[in-house]
């Protein structure tokens, strides 16, 4: 039975452009072991026939351009390893803006009343409340199989002030306030979905990348609600597509919103807007 090293070897002699790094994290998931492990003990691990047979598997989905994360359903967001599948939008690090703009702000110790829009894996959600250990926060996905995976996560980090529900954000009826909603809305144009990368339009959910005819249908729909269940002073965070800042300035302001803040993501595109419903409100 061949060990770790000796696969990774030979598939780098086959491969040229196979990276090692991503081989090392498809033993992983097989074995179940860190990465760490694999890299500092290749030697030593080995696997059976029946492991050899998912490696393979593995690998020829990855050779036709599955991402990695889908293929070992993890992916790395803020403090925290999640677990995703085909069915969640996959974490991406801009989205980490909206933690860093929250925590700017609020004290971590504070109780606050958190909604997430769109929840997807409850990325967002589950890694606020981690921080926010006596908060409490909501996340909504249309989808059913997004709000198993929340869910899946969620237990994972035995977090228990998180609560996921299955609904259409526009069909949602209650009475409870949210200091605080955070969201990462389906912001791409209809028709320029064929355009993406080939590992986000083939292997994301559609729901999640679809934003309507011109990308900002999800911006009027929240931007509508939020008046309904935002608390006085509640704020809002938005995170929106390249070029779409003056069009979602403009929806907010419409709403009666105040714009704070427009954080810049790593590649110098306007990422996360955070904006209140009371103009005097001083952040």
Not at 51 to 77: A, C, D, R, V
Not at 144 to 157: E, G, T
Request: glycine content about 4%; charged content about 25%.
């Amino acid at each position: 039975m061949p060990s770790a090293q000796s696969i990774i070897s030979d598939c780098l002699k086959k491969h040229k452009n196979i990276s090692i790094k991503d081989l090392r994290l498809i033993i992983g998931a097989i074995k179940n072991i860190s990465y760490e492990k694999i890299l500092f003990l290749a030697e030593k691990t080995i696997l059976n026939h029946e492991e050899m047979s998912i490696f393979f598997k593995m690998l020829n989905g990855y050779l036709e351009n599955t991402p990695i994360s889908k293929l070992i359903n993890k992916k790395q967001f803020w403090k925290h390893e999640f677990f995703v599948n085909f069915n969640v939008l996959d974490p991406r690090p801009e989205t980490e803006l909206i933690i860093e703009m929250i925590l700017k702000r609020f004290d971590p110790e504070s109780k606050i009343k958190f909604l997430d829009l769109g929840t997807g894996s409850g990325c967002v959600l589950l890694s606020l409340l981690a921080e926010f250990k006596n908060s409490v926060g909501t996340g909504l996905d249309i989808s059913q199989k997004a709000i198993d995976v929340a869910v899946y996560n969620k237990n994972r980090l035995n977090l228990e002030n998180a609560n996921f529900i299955n609904a259409d954000w526009n069909n949602i009826s209650s009475d409870q306030k949210f200091d605080v909603i955070v969201t990462n809305p389906p912001y791409v144009k209809t028709n320029d979905i064929n355009e993406l990368d080939e590992s986000v339009r083939n292997y994301d959910p559609r729901i999640s990348l679809d934003g309507g005819v011109d990308g900002l249908k999800a911006y009027r729909e929240i931007s509508n609600l939020a008046k309904k269940f935002l608390a006085p002073s509640g704020a809002i965070f938005f995170e929106i597509g390249c070029d779409q800042k003056k069009e979602v300035e403009q929806i907010l302001c419409d709403n009666g919103f105040k714009i704070h803040e427009i954080r810049k993501d790593y590649n110098g595109i306007e990422r996360v807007i955070f904006a209140t419903l009371d103009i005097c409100k001083d952040f």
